[in-house]
């Protein structure tokens, strides 16, 4: 089975959605991808920050239909706002560091360790969330193709990031194809 890269990495928008809370970016985000609008989930840098350390990056000219979108299926935000040039820069909430034999990606808190040559995944960690230990027990031991998506398994903040750290890791192990 192939899945399509995600290009969430290389999507840079002009504008930001602010939310009241957590749980309110991650509706966001998945309803704006269900509509079949680019977006990106972010850290907004502090002087944006409104009570929520995520906020979604995305097009200002497709602002009124997210907004539409938004009332539709009954997301509350904060507001939307234009990227300013003297703003300090949107922090990207995905870093990959290569340990020779293993890469670990790490998403906002969590990580997702794999081995190069297999592709096996060899740890997950971080996070505070309840369903870790049942996500960590899902995917260890398991290829990055025969694992479960982390955003299948669980509902939490930590599952997210798991699976955005499961994108990146499915990109650098194998060109984005889950094989």
């Known amino acids: 089975m192939e899945v399509a890269k995600p290009d969430k990495a290389k999507f840079v928008g002009d504008g930001i959605i602010i939310f009241h809370d957590v749980s309110g970016a991650m509706k966001g985000d998945r309803v704006i991808r269900a509509a079949g609008y680019e977006s990106k989930l972010v850290a907004p840098p502090p ?8 906020a979604l990056e995305f097009n200002l000219v497709e602002q009124v239909g997210v907004e539409r979108i938004f009332k539709e299926k009954d997301v509350p935000y904060q507001n939307f706002l234009p990227i300013t040039k003297g703003a300090s820069q949107l922090c ?3 870093k990959v560091t290569d340990f ?15 081995e190069k040559a297999t592709g096996v995944i060899v740890n997950i960690s971080g996070g505070g969330c309840p369903d870790i230990p049942y996500l960590n027990a899902e995917m260890v031991g ?3 193709a025969e694992a479960p998506f982390p955003s299948e398994l669980g509902y939490t ?9 499961y994108e990146e890791a499915v990109s650098n192990y194998n060109g984005g194809r889950r094989q």
């Open 157 to 165: 903040l930590c599952a997210t990031m798991l699976q955005r750290a």
């Open 47 to 54: 002087e944006l920050r409104m009570g929520c350390d995520l």
């Open 142 to 144: 398991k290829t990055l």
């Open 100 to 114: 020779g034999e293993w890469i670990m990606v790490k998403s906002g808190n969590m990580k997702l360790s794999f």
């Open 92 to 94: 990207d909430i995905v």
